[in-house]
């Protein structure tokens, strides 16, 4: 008998899913999308209603996934497309109908679910349903959008710019987002005040602090100094009376369970993780973990989501734990409801987590620890979004002394409410919240009435400066792209990688500030562009793309209406955009190597200084300050070991992927180093060193070398010479066929290490894990492999698929 077909996206989802569907089912993986337009051609046909062109996506592994899954469709009684239950997974579902059902009388159907819980599972499959059309046409809508900027838009800033890089719909929103808040950073001129805190004592401890709120009845403003000291001199010898008290309950509630953005701001903010690393943790634990007692199951629902919704399974259930953990005065009469944000899809829910049963601390020692971080923080916010609120008693008490009044808060929480989840902790997991630098913090304050006298301690003026509004941290440019209803939830982490990618942003204490490069293809987009790039444009787009997946706007129309406005915008930008790779501009300097004018161009890094003699002259040097104001750098000399092929001073330089130390006698000679800073912070090097040993290219001796990756061993007459010596770790290569071939250590273009062939490209044999020189002893393969992880220790496992050999040779670390 048949068996259905359940396609999924990933082998962990289908790995879950598999267990509780049971033997009549078959679950493959589709490893993301099949299918997607063409690279090397533009593939919309613009004149014939913008019909796009779909191809299989050139990748070896994707044509064999789709052999693999044409084969297991002409063989299932029916096929179950289930990938998520967003536009991206809509979209998969359509393109695997459109290459599965050709060779297929199965019938296909479409299920959706928000978690990956038996019950979810299977109450899915039991009434499963069709593909929504207008949701692939909202996706289709934004691939086309995408493609008709990409493509068109990044050879103009190829030739006109640099070549390589792009400019995309969204991206380069965030992009001017970024730039603009630089350029009010660089604008800001900070203003001098002072502030004035008094350490007061009544009739009863403690003591307390309190600030000057109001001078001569006006809002304190205490501009310099001379100010500063005219106060204290006014206050200081003077009595502090209580002239008011105010006291007042106040209470705080929940906030919402998490949503997407949320969840990514959160993790940044108490854990310091990347919006694409929060992501990566979520889809675990959504996809499935192994939990003792319980298989493989999802831990927490969708994690791609703009909806504050909850079940009603969910509400019941999590209520239930409320009121056995924490006792009924934590329980509010009637679920708390949270208003959905505008243009929030409905149909999913919030994150939460799948089942109370699982609360983080008894699954701690089962997760790695960072997916505990998240699924703690997820588990933590959802729980509390449906208790009481907290409750304080809050009191505001102004005091008199000569012109000045002074204001001491004091709060005291009387009821924990939501906050015993976090142990009373007031600033759970969010990134608003945080006090002033200035506040003075509020705490308990002594029993006070009107007309008390209070003995003054001390008197503690502080200058300050404003300070510049704050660049973009990546939690803080989520927030504000979700605020401008830029992006959707699925791709703000794709929005920030593209950005740092191209080169356009960089990292400065886990802010981003734009590069040159990115300075540059901003602005000119902004000017020759400026009527699509840019906020409220962009959001308009993003609700046009919601109302064609509601069905009520023709997909079709929204493309003309953009496209018509889009080609009258680059027609012009081909004609007037600047052509800055044939810029000059004239300096005061003259090269020092034959005192021709030196000149500023753009290349590859940025602008630097060229001799106008070129290329008889290839004198260069680099620009100094940010501003690129024509004159040139300082070069650094390396005091220590001057170059060791010709003699010559090293001098500190910057290339793509940081400064590096080279020669002066360049380009004469080639000779670099990596930089190195030691103890006492100051900037040093180590020259090659020459070994025994000839180079097998060449014949000259091969030199141990420092590179971006550490120590390598390579040839003395790089970079005439790039031969490098790759390190043998004794294994023969085992694929079949292969002649002579030795396991060697690879790395990969991050400095992940990972294991090839000796004899690449002829042999293309690679793995993550090491190879060991000793056979299975379960089913004699050759080698095995040694595999070091966090979680399981440092384990020896068999290469083949069908073996079930492995065996711990160290245990894994005890967490603290």
Same mark, same amino acid.
């Given at each position: 008998?048949?068996?259905?077909?359940?396609?999924?996206?990933?082998?962990?989802?289908? =790995? /879950?899913?598999?267990?509780?569907?049971?033997?009549?089912?078959?679950?493959?993986?589709?490893?993301?999308?099949?299918?997607?337009?063409?690279?090397?051609?533009?593939?919309?046909?613009?004149?014939?209603?913008?019909?796009?062109?779909?191809?299989?996506?050139?990748? #070896?592994?994707?044509?064999?996934?789709?052999?693999?899954?044409?084969?297991?469709?002409?063989?299932?009684?029916?096929?179950?497309?289930?990938?998520?239950?967003?536009?991206?997974?809509?979209?998969?579902?359509?393109?695997?109908?459109?290459?599965?059902?050709?060779?297929?009388?199965?019938?296909?159907?479409?299920?959706?679910?928000?978690?990956?819980?038996?019950?979810?599972?299977?109450?899915?499959?039991?009434?499963?349903?069709?593909?929504?059309?207008?949701?692939?046409?909202?996706?289709?809508?934004?691939?086309?959008?995408?493609?008709?900027?990409?493509?068109?838009?990044?050879?103009?800033?190829?030739?006109?710019?640099?070549?390589?890089?792009?400019?995309?719909?969204?991206?380069?929103?965030?992009?001017?987002?970024?730039?603009?808040?630089?350029?009010?950073?660089?604008?800001?001129?900070?203003?001098?005040?002072?502030?004035?805190?008094?350490?007061?004592?009544?009739?009863?401890?403690?003591?307390?602090?309190?600030?000057?709120?109001?001078?001569?009845?006006?809002?304190?403003?205490?501009?310099?100094?001379?100010?500063?000291?005219?106060?204290?001199?006014?206050?200081?010898?003077?009595?502090?009376?209580?002239?008011?008290?105010?006291?007042?309950?106040?209470?705080?509630?929940?906030?919402?369970?998490?949503?997407?953005?949320?969840?990514?701001?959160?993790?940044?903010?108490?854990?310091?993780?990347?919006?694409?690393?929060?992501?990566?943790?979520?889809?675990?634990?959504?996809?499935?973990?192994?939990?003792?007692?319980?298989?493989?199951?999802?831990?927490?629902?969708?994690?791609?989501?703009?909806?504050?919704?909850?079940?009603?399974?969910?509400?019941?259930?999590?209520?239930?734990?409320?009121?056995?953990?924490?006792?009924?005065?934590?329980?509010?009469?009637?679920?708390?409801?949270?208003?959905?944000?505008?243009?929030?899809?409905?149909?999913?829910?919030?994150?939460?987590? /799948?089942?109370?049963?699982?609360?983080?601390?008894?699954?701690?020692?089962?997760?790695?620890?960072?997916?505990?971080?998240?699924?703690?923080?997820?588990?933590?916010?959802?729980?509390?979004?449906?208790?009481?609120?907290?409750? !304080?008693? *809050?009191?505001?008490?102004?005091?008199?002394?000569?012109?000045?009044?002074?204001?001491?808060?004091?709060?005291?929480?009387?009821?924990?409410?939501?906050?015993?989840?976090?142990?009373?902790?007031?600033?759970?997991?969010?990134?608003?919240?945080?006090?002033?630098?200035?506040?003075?913090?509020?705490?308990?304050?002594?029993?006070?009435?009107? +007309?008390?006298?209070?003995?003054?301690?001390?008197?503690?003026? =502080?200058?300050?400066?404003?300070?510049?509004?704050?660049?973009?941290?990546?939690?803080?440019?989520?927030?504000?792209?979700?605020?401008?209803?830029?992006?959707?939830?699925?791709?703000?982490?794709?929005?920030?990688?593209?950005?740092? *990618?191209?080169?356009?942003?960089?990292?400065?204490?886990?802010?981003?500030?734009?590069?040159?490069?990115?300075?540059?293809?901003?602005?000119?987009?902004?000017?020759?562009?400026?009527?699509?790039?840019?906020?409220?444009? /962009?959001?308009?787009?993003?609700?046009?793309?919601?109302?064609?997946?509601?069905? *009520?706007?023709?997909?079709?129309?929204?493309?003309?209406?953009?496209?018509?406005? !889009?080609?009258?915008?680059?027609?012009?930008?081909?004609?007037?955009?600047?052509?800055?790779?044939?810029?000059?501009?004239?300096?005061?300097?003259?090269?020092?190597?034959?005192?021709?004018?030196?000149?500023?161009?753009? +290349?590859?890094?940025?602008?630097?200084?060229?001799?106008? +003699?070129?290329?008889?002259? #290839?004198?260069?040097?680099?620009?100094?300050?940010?501003?690129?104001?024509?004159?040139?750098?300082?070069?650094?000399?390396?005091?220590?070991?001057?170059?060791?092929?010709?003699?010559?001073?090293?001098?500190?330089?910057?290339?793509?992927?940081?400064?590096?130390?080279?020669?002066?006698?360049?380009?004469?000679?080639?000779? /670099?180093? #990596?930089?190195?800073?030691?103890?006492?912070?100051?900037?040093?090097?180590?020259?090659? #060193?020459?070994?025994?040993?000839?180079?097998?290219?060449?014949?000259?001796?091969?030199?141990?070398?420092?590179?971006?990756?550490?120590?390598?061993?390579?040839?003395?007459?790089?970079?005439?010479?790039?031969?490098?010596?790759?390190?043998?770790?004794?294994?023969?290569?085992?694929?079949?066929?292969?002649?002579?071939?030795?396991?060697?250590?690879?790395?990969?273009?991050?400095?992940?290490?990972?294991?090839?062939?000796?004899?690449?490209?002829?042999?293309?044999?690679?793995?993550?894990?090491?190879?060991?020189?000793?056979?299975?002893?379960?089913?004699?393969?050759?080698?095995?492999?040694?595999?070091? *992880?966090?979680?399981?220790?440092?384990?020896?496992?068999?290469?083949?698929?069908?073996?079930?050999?492995?065996?711990?040779?160290?245990?894994?670390?005890?967490?603290?």
């Amino acid at each position: 008998m048949s068996k259905a077909l359940v396609i999924v996206e990933s082998p962990a989802k289908a =790995k /879950t899913i598999n267990k509780f569907l049971g033997k009549d089912f078959v679950v493959k993986a589709s490893l993301g999308h099949l299918r997607d337009l063409p690279k090397t051609k533009l593939g919309v046909d613009e004149d014939n209603g913008f019909t796009p062109t779909y191809v299989v996506v050139a990748d #070896k592994k994707k044509k064999a996934i789709v052999a693999e899954l044409q084969k297991a469709a002409s063989k299932a009684s029916a096929v179950f497309l289930a990938p998520d239950a967003d536009r991206e997974g809509e979209a998969i579902s359509f393109h695997l109908k459109e290459l599965l059902s050709q060779g297929s009388d199965a019938p296909f159907h479409r299920v959706r679910f928000n978690e990956i819980t038996k019950k979810a599972i299977l109450a899915a499959f039991a009434s499963p349903s069709e593909i929504d059309e207008d949701r692939v046409n909202a996706q289709q809508t934004r691939r086309i959008l995408d493609r008709l900027v990409g493509y068109k838009l990044s050879p103009l800033l190829w030739e006109k710019i640099r070549r390589g890089i792009s400019a995309g719909r969204v991206q380069s929103v965030a992009l001017r987002m970024i730039t603009e808040r630089e350029r009010e950073v660089l604008a800001f001129k900070a203003e001098e005040y002072w502030s004035l805190t008094a350490t007061l004592e009544g009739d009863n401890p403690p003591p307390f602090l309190a600030k000057v709120a109001r001078i001569d009845g006006k809002k304190a403003s205490i501009p310099d100094q001379k100010a500063s000291d005219k106060l204290v001199k006014a206050v200081k010898g003077g009595s502090f009376a209580v002239t008011k008290v105010t006291a007042k309950k106040k209470t705080r509630k929940p906030v919402p369970p998490f949503i997407t953005s949320q969840l990514q701001q959160a993790a940044a903010s108490r854990h310091g993780f990347a919006v694409k690393r929060t992501m990566m943790l979520a889809q675990h634990l959504y996809e499935g973990m192994e939990i003792k007692g319980h298989g493989s199951v999802g831990l927490i629902t969708y994690m791609r989501t703009d909806s504050t919704r909850i079940s009603d399974d969910a509400l019941e259930a999590v209520r239930a734990h409320i009121g056995e953990t924490y006792g009924d005065k934590y329980l509010p009469a009637k679920p708390n409801v949270y208003k959905a944000r505008k243009g929030a899809q409905e149909s999913h829910e919030a994150i939460r987590p /799948t089942s109370l049963d699982l609360p983080p601390d008894a699954i701690k020692d089962q997760l790695k620890a960072d997916e505990w971080k998240v699924y703690n923080l997820i588990w933590k916010r959802f729980v509390a979004s449906q208790m009481t609120p907290a409750i !304080f008693d *809050t009191t505001s008490v102004d005091i008199e002394a000569g012109p000045a009044i002074f204001r001491a808060n004091g709060s005291v929480l009387k009821f924990p409410g939501f906050l015993e989840v976090y142990g009373g902790n007031l600033n759970p997991d969010t990134i608003e919240g945080d006090d002033d630098a200035d506040q003075v913090k509020e705490g308990v304050l002594p029993p006070l009435a009107e +007309g008390d006298q209070l003995k003054m301690n001390k008197l503690d003026p =502080k200058q300050h400066f404003t300070q510049p509004p704050p660049r973009y941290s990546e939690a803080t440019l989520v927030k504000a792209l979700e605020e401008n209803g830029i992006g959707r939830p699925s791709t703000y982490a794709s929005i920030i990688q593209t950005l740092a *990618t191209r080169e356009y942003v960089e990292k400065e204490q886990k802010t981003f500030r734009p590069t040159e490069l990115g300075t540059m293809v901003c602005e000119q987009l902004v000017e020759h562009f400026g009527d699509l790039i840019n906020v409220d444009y /962009t959001a308009s787009m993003e609700e046009e793309l919601d109302r064609i997946e509601e069905g *009520t706007r023709d997909w079709v129309k929204a493309l003309t209406e953009f496209n018509k406005k !889009f080609n009258k915008d680059l027609k012009l930008a081909k004609k007037n955009m600047k052509d800055f790779k044939r810029m000059e501009e004239a300096t005061d300097e003259t090269c020092s190597k034959c005192s021709k004018p030196m000149i500023i161009r753009w +290349g590859r890094f940025g602008k630097f200084m060229a001799c106008s +003699g070129y290329p008889e002259c #290839k004198n260069t040097q680099e620009i100094d300050g940010e501003d690129g104001d024509g004159k040139a750098a300082e070069e650094t000399p390396v005091v220590e070991d001057p170059c060791e092929k010709c003699g010559k001073e090293m001098i500190i330089k910057r290339g793509r992927f940081g400064k590096f130390i080279a020669c002066t006698g360049y380009p004469d000679c080639k000779n /670099t180093r #990596k930089i190195m800073v030691n103890a006492e912070g100051k900037v040093t090097s180590t020259p090659d #060193k020459l070994l025994d040993e000839t180079c097998p290219k060449c014949g000259k001796q091969l030199a141990q070398k420092n590179g971006r990756f550490g120590e390598y061993v390579g040839c003395s007459d790089y970079p005439d010479c790039k031969y490098i010596k790759l390190k043998e770790i004794g294994v023969p290569c085992p694929k079949e066929g292969c002649k002579g071939g030795q396991v060697v250590e690879r790395r990969s273009r991050r400095g992940r290490t990972f294991y090839g062939c000796s004899n690449y490209p002829d042999c293309d044999f690679v793995a993550w894990n090491k190879p060991l020189p000793q056979p299975c002893p379960q089913c004699k393969s050759p080698y095995i492999m040694e595999k070091i *992880t966090k979680r399981w220790g440092t384990q020896h496992i068999c290469p083949s698929e069908e073996c079930e050999f492995k065996e711990t040779v160290v245990a894994p670390e005890a967490k603290k």
